[in-house]
């Protein structure tokens, strides 16, 4: 190679390591700095490894450490922009995290939330969350994969109000109930609204119909007619599952019944499982989203009775006010229930308690009366022993006030951070936990 091209490719080489250090990508620009004979480009590459260096003392709690080799950094020249840019973040993060005793790596003793042998001990699995911070406030198994039958059916009502927006239908639209549904007629437990092949339904009855009395046919024929058969329904419901990061999610159809009583699964080329399977954090983390992108949904769920062709469907959820198992201290508004021979008898239930709305999810009891008695006693529990507080915390760059459930005659004080930080990447991550002594305080995030 001649003199003069070694002289191109190393100028080409720091155009590029330098392109991406203006992206922020400090970490893509560094090899090819080191690919270039130039001295500055060297120095640039020497200064992005000595800022990972800094930032992985932080990750490790040598906090010291991280802010003397990010000053340094820091007052070199020459440099670029966003490497000064990062050695400065590094600077304040490194000295907030001395200042506030940011915790190192540390391993949890326990987590901060209510204690499982206290309460809902009938329940095989579930989880009780903040439904806007995602604060765990109590879980069961919640990661154990499990039948959930029509409570999958949050899934596909998810999906459905996803595709009326997008699409701009209208709630009024008339729907043709198709012939898919034949056969669910044989099945006289199976929940149905009883359509009737070749009626028509506005979506908005039929949304109604799904979320309400659990019914079957209702969520076929939306299926139908919006995605054209049963198998892209459920193409579109694992679409939106690994998009909301629900790695659990097992989908036979969209109604939650078992494969061999559902005649639309003939031909479904997604099916692996013998019915729908989900884990109680996964359908925690699906209603989240639900009732943040979606909030009418609860004006459809807290509906104690809906009528079609002149017959009335009852709610399912038989915690809503004036029904069976209805609290006295706060009135519930939704969500499902689910039930089948595998899932036993499952509900996600949602409440306002202390202004808070929460999420509880309760998978798997042994009776109609347990899942709720069991619900209901959870709930109790929380309104009358937890209070919800507002807590400033020291977090970086600016300090931020955040809502926390707390143990009512304890609480939780001295409550602490613990950082993980990506600042050589874009997006940057800044990761943090919150800590109360050497308890982990479960956070279930929707991203």
């Not at 209702?218 to 007619?225: D, H, K, N, P, S």
Request: aromatic share 6%; net charge positive.
């Amino acid at each position: 190679m001649s003199g003069c091209q070694s002289l191109a490719n190393s100028n080409d080489s720091l155009k590029t390591g330098e392109h991406w250090v203006r992206q922020g990508q400090l970490l893509r620009a560094r090899p090819y700095l080191q690919n270039s004979q130039q001295t500055k480009a060297q120095q640039y590459a020497r200064q992005i490894s000595m800022l990972q260096t800094a930032q992985q003392d932080f990750n490790q709690g040598r906090f010291a450490a991280s802010k003397k080799k990010a000053q340094q950094v820091s007052q070199e020249q020459p440099t670029l922009g966003n490497i000064h840019h990062v050695a400065r973040q590094l600077v304040k993060v490194s000295q907030k995290a001395q200042q506030q005793k940011f915790l190192g790596p540390t391993v949890p003793t326990s987590l901060a939330q209510m204690d499982a042998t206290q309460v809902g001990q009938q329940i095989t699995a579930g989880i009780l969350i903040d439904q806007k911070s995602g604060q765990v406030i109590w879980q069961k198994q919640a990661r154990q994969v499990l039948p959930v039958a029509s409570l999958s059916k949050l899934l596909a009502v998810y999906t459905i109000y996803q595709t009326l927006n997008t699409r701009k239908i209208s709630l009024q639209t008339a729907v043709v109930a198709p012939t898919i549904i034949s056969g669910l007629e044989n099945h006289s437990d199976l929940s149905t609204a009883k359509l009737t092949v070749g009626h028509s339904y506005t979506i908005e009855q039929l949304l109604q119909a799904t979320l309400v009395a659990s019914a079957n046919d209702a969520v076929m024929v939306l299926g139908q007619y919006l995605y054209g058969s049963q198998e892209r329904f459920v193409q579109i419901m694992l679409q939106n599952a690994q998009a909301l990061h629900l790695k659990s999610v097992q989908l036979v159809n969209a109604n939650g019944l078992p494969a061999d009583i559902d005649p639309s699964v003939e031909n479904n080329f997604h099916t692996q499982v013998s019915e729908n399977q989900f884990c109680a954090q996964d359908l925690a983390r699906l209603t989240q989203v639900l009732i943040e992108q979606f909030p009418q949904v609860l004006k459809v769920t807290q509906l104690k009775q809906i009528n079609i062709d002149g017959r009335n469907l009852d709610n399912t959820n038989e915690m809503l006010p004036d029904a069976k198992y209805s609290p006295t201290k706060y009135q519930v508004d939704g969500l499902k229930t689910g039930t089948g021979d595998k899932a036993g008898y499952s509900t996600v239930i949602t409440t306002v308690i202390q202004k808070r709305r929460v999420i509880l999810v309760v998978l798997k009891a042994p009776s109609n009366e347990d899942r709720f008695l069991q619900a209901r006693a959870l709930l109790d529990y929380l309104a009358q022993n937890w209070v919800n507080k507002y807590k400033k915390l020291p977090t970086y760059p600016q300090n931020s006030w955040h809502s926390i459930w707390q143990p009512q005659h304890e609480g939780f004080n001295n409550l602490r951070l613990q950082y993980q930080l990506d600042l050589l990447k874009k997006p940057q991550r800044l990761d943090y936990s919150i800590w109360v002594h050497k308890q982990q305080l479960p956070i279930l995030r929707t991203h």
